[in-house]
T-cell receptor, first 114, second 117 residues
Framework: DGGITQSPKYLFRKEGQNVTLSCEQNLNHDAMYWYRQDPGQGLRLIYYSQIVNDFQKGDIAEGYSVSREKKESFPLTVTSAQKNPTAFYLC?????????????FGSGTRLTVV | GESVGLHLPTLSVQEGDNSIINCAYSNSASDYFIWYKQESGKGPQFIIDIRSNMDKRQGQRVTVLLNKTVKHLSLQIAATQPGDSAVYFCAEFSGWRSNFGNEKLTFGTGTRLTIIP
């Protein structure tokens, strides 16, 4: 089955650590996105990539980094510069670069700082 | 800047009744809207979409209405079931035609729908 896979489902980070969240899709979608979800605040865009080897900052990119070396993969690194990283992280992809046919979401990674 | 918002953060509906979830948007240039359903601990799932050249679109037990005059979107769920309990998001597609390369979906805060048995 085609889909978008996020791993791990739960992740714990110590203060000062960098952690990387995985996002893989086998839908042959062009664009991929990372969102952060906090209670009562909906979805906020962190980074997005419309083509391989290119990505753009979203609304809350500070403290995060991404790479898009392969079409199928768009990992997100939460760096120590992100002061409040505890949240639910969602990865999405769209069939076209513009996202004009909507997004397909992964099942999310819940990151907790301990 | 543009925003997509919801009138009510929570909605409780008796099982079997119909529910209506509302959404206001502010970007009059937006021409594509999507409703997503998110169950606890899961990613959002596509429910139904509508383009701006339509006023109404129906799916299985769901209907989306678009009123461009007042920039209002609604999701109607008929004969609600316990499995309909979730958070529902509307999303607005912005940037198309006016700024190619900067298109993305903008999501509202969400409405939590609870079905009462």
């Amino acid at each position: 089955d085609g889909g978008i896979t996020q791993s791990p489902k739960y992740l714990f980070r110590k203060e000062g650590q960098n952690v990387t969240l995985s996002c893989e899709q086998n839908l042959n979608h062009d664009a991929m996105y990372w969102y952060r979800q906090d209670p009562g605040q909906g979805l906020r865009l962190i980074y997005y990539s419309q083509i391989v080897n290119d990505f753009q900052k979203g609304d809350i990119a500070e403290g995060y980094s991404v790479s898009r070396e392969k079409k199928e993969s768009f990992p997100l690194t939460v760096t120590s510069a992100q002061k409040n990283p505890t949240a639910f992280y969602l990865c999405a992809s769209s069939i076209d670069r513009a996202g004009y046919y909507g997004y397909t979401f992964g099942s999310g990674t819940r990151l907790t700082v301990v | 800047g543009e925003s997509v918002g919801l009138h009510l953060p929570t909605l409780s509906v008796q099982e079997g009744d119909n529910s209506i979830i509302n959404c206001a948007y502010s970007n009059s240039a937006s021409d594509y809207f999507i409703w997503y359903k998110q169950e606890s601990g899961k990613g959002p799932q596509f429910i139904i979409d509508i383009r701006s050249n339509m006023d109404k679109r129906q799916g299985q037990r769901v209907t989306v209405l678009l009123n461009k005059t007042v920039k209002h979107l609604s999701l109607q769920i008929a004969a609600t079931q316990p499995g309909d309990s979730a958070v529902y998001f509307c999303a607005e597609f912005s940037g198309w035609r006016s700024n190619f390369g900067n298109e993305k979906l903008t999501f509202g805060t969400g409405t939590r729908l609870t079905i009462i048995p």
